[in-house]
């Protein structure tokens, strides 16, 4: 089993910053990548950004060049550090790791982390 802690998030206004940690623990003997979703009210949940364990990120075309995810590896944990947010950034901001067993990729979400941004 994995666990994800998520913290961070939280109401911040428009221009604002505000940065997400998630903590995995458990079986993560061999992490594939981490990273973040979201999903907003009466939308599905979008990919926001992902780091996999070789260094190689990739972010939503919205979020380019405003949030930044980074990795500590020692921790096991992966941050999202949003910057210049905007009103359509909030959502529900749900951690993600994927695990590799035998031949098998399995998925692990956290418990969710709300983010709303006044305009």
């Known amino acids: 089993q994995v666990q994800l802690v998520e913290s961070g998030g939280g109401l911040v206004q428009a221009g604002g910053s505000v940065r997400l940690s998630c903590t995995a623990s458990g079986s993560i003997s061999s992490i594939n990548a981490m990273g973040w979703y979201r999903q907003a009210p009466g939308k599905e949940r979008e990919l926001v950004a992902r780091?996999?364990?070789?260094?190689?990120?990739n972010y939503a075309d919205s979020v380019k060049g405003r949030f930044t995810i980074s990795r500590d590896h020692a921790e096991n944990t992966v941050y999202l550090q949003m910057n210049s947010l905007k009103p359509d950034d909030t959502a529900v901001y749900y951690c993600?790791?994927?695990?590799?067993?035998?031949?098998?990729?399995?998925?692990?979400w956290g418990q969710g982390t709300q983010v709303t941004v006044s305009s």
């Open positions: 993600n790791v994927e695990v590799v067993r035998p031949g098998v990729l399995y998925d692990y």
């Open positions: 780091r996999t364990s070789g260094g190689s990120t």
